[in-house]
């Protein structure tokens, strides 16, 4: 794990190495809304690194402002805190920043969840190799409302605090920012879908028929102006990564290999 200063603030990151001699795309990981570099893993280990292990492609990691080890905000709840634009402003601000300061061009986009919806409108305005985005929200529905209620109860006396907090430097601030806007009645109507009709790159959308923070309306609706292929795993709620890894990585695979030249063959 390593810092880098992005636009003034400080976030941890992770490259993961691969030993291939021809050029190849960088795969880029975005966590959910409550994640990290750490909470990337699967029941068999450190999903990111398999990925790319199997593609034979360099990768990177990091954890947004707040999250993980990176930079807290400095009042979560009152100044600096999240806006109903947070995503936007991670896709098409931070995101850029980073990918040219790391000299990455044209990475494969791989999203969780907040960081399926961040490489949607990243891939909107950027060109990308591709774009793999798993339980994405590109509109509220009332499950995800529920579900983020029932997360906020657990959180405030449950016992998610406590598991959240081996994963982020400050805890409060990881949960609160995330919970705070998607709560917000400024939120209610995000809606990205005429966004994503801007991506031209290839789309892999992935979602568990059991995601208890949307329904299927989530990969749906994306209709972008290039291929899409959705996929739709029994027995997988919101994290298709950890509850699925062997499906996820073997779609994810076949996908790449099959639309991104570098990795034909």
């Not at 880029?28 to 790319?52: D, N, T």
Request: aromatic share 6%; hydrophobic share 45%; proline share 7%.
């Amino acid at each position: 794990m390593a810092m880098m200063r992005i636009k003034g603030i400080d976030l941890e990151l992770e490259r993961i190495a691969c030993d291939r001699v021809a050029p190849a795309p960088t795969l880029v990981f975005l966590h959910e809304g409550l994640g990290s570099l750490a909470l990337w893993g699967s029941k068999e280990g450190p999903w990111p690194q398999a990925l790319c292990r199997e593609l034979n492609c360099p990768g990177l990691v990091y954890s947004r402002q707040g999250y993980g080890q990176s930079a807290p905000i400095a009042d979560v709840r009152g100044a600096g805190r999240h806006g109903p634009d947070f995503m936007h402003r991670q896709a098409l601000d931070v995101l850029p920043a980073l990918l040219q300061a790391m000299g990455i061009q044209q990475p494969i986009l791989v999203g969780h969840s907040d960081g399926g919806t961040i490489a949607l409108l990243h891939a909107a305005q950027h060109r990308v190799q591709a774009c793999v985005v798993m339980a994405p929200h590109v509109i509220v529905e009332p499950i995800s409302l529920a579900a983020i209620e029932q997360a906020r109860q657990a959180f405030e006396s449950g016992g998610l605090r406590a598991r959240l907090a081996r994963f982020h430097g400050d805890v409060d601030t990881a949960f609160w920012q995330w919970c705070d806007v998607w709560l917000s009645p400024q939120f209610r109507d995000f809606d990205i879908r005429g966004e994503c009709r801007g991506i031209v790159d290839p789309v892999l959308a992935i979602q568990g028929i059991d995601d208890a923070y949307g329904t299927l309306a989530q990969i749906e609706d994306i209709h972008p102006s290039g291929v899409i292929e959705r996929l739709v795993l029994p027995d997988c709620g919101h994290s298709p990564h950890r509850d699925q890894p062997a499906a996820v990585t073997l779609a994810i695979s076949r996908f790449l290999r099959q639309h991104v030249p570098a990795l034909a063959g």
